[in-house]
């Protein structure tokens, strides 16, 4: 597709459970980046790919949060054992190099029962 | 640490007229600098931006200016619509080895009355 695509749209899950996120970035674009929202706030940076060097992880806020890519393309962010607090928008950019505009998807809607 | 904030958490204008929102940043190393507009439900939707060794930069209907001594961001906006209505957020990339990743101020809603 023309831009960012993330799936699912809303995920709502039970305390305790893994969810997983995924991200198709822009074709071509190299570097990859993944953000959360809260309610009524800005984006937080939370880890970031460029090409195959080692990723940038320094925004993840506990080790329950992970995030993997493959090569130049699909993006996984994992949360283990999800809290209420990891309720938010996450959200995940690509653009094509570290001074290029960052292009968002729609982000999916996490909420933690 | 780094922090990018807004002055006025909210503008409302009427159709027709300019339209200026405003972003205080406290990196100085700062290199790049993008304004998004994000309505509600979607993602952050790219509407312009510049790099530290400009002070100004147009594009259709919007202007960024860029004050680096008192490290200040502004987004112009002209003849300002309906569908411009949304929260507006400033977003910096720092320099040196902060990679691309960008810290993002609290965001300004405009509302636009016809």
């Known amino acids: 597709g023309a831009g960012v695509s993330q799936s699912p749209s809303n995920k709502v899950t039970e305390k305790g459970k893994d969810v997983e996120l995924r991200c198709d970035p822009i074709s071509g674009h190299t570097a990859l980046y993944w953000y959360r929202q809260r309610l009524g706030q800005g984006l937080e940076f939370l880890i970031y790919?460029?090409?195959?060097?080692?990723?940038?992880k320094s925004g993840l806020p506990s080790d329950r949060f992970s995030a993997e890519r493959t090569g130049e393309s699909v993006s996984t962010l994992t949360i283990q054992r999800t809290q209420q607090e990891d309720s938010a928008v996450y959200l995940c950019?690509?653009?094509?190099?570290?001074?290029?505009?960052?292009?968002f998807g729609d982000g999916t809607r996490l909420s933690i029962l | 640490g780094e922090n990018v904030g807004l002055h006025l958490p909210t503008l409302s204008v009427q159709e027709g007229d300019n339209s200026i929102i405003n972003c205080a940043y406290s990196n100085s190393a700062s290199d790049y600098f993008i304004w998004y507009k994000q309505e509600s439900g979607k993602g952050p939707q790219f509407i312009i931006d510049i790099r530290s060794n400009m002070d100004k930069r147009q594009g259709q209907r919007v202007t960024v200016l860029l004050n680096k001594t008192v490290k200040h961001l502004s987004l112009q906006i002209a003849a300002t619509q309906p569908g411009d209505s949304a929260v507006y957020f400033c977003a910096e990339k720092g320099g040196g080895t902060s990679y691309g990743k960008l810290t993002f101020g609290q965001g300004t809603i405009l509302t636009v009355h016809p």
């Open positions: 790919f460029q090409g195959n060097s080692a990723p940038d």
């Open positions: 950019a690509s653009s094509s190099g570290q001074l290029m505009a960052q292009h």
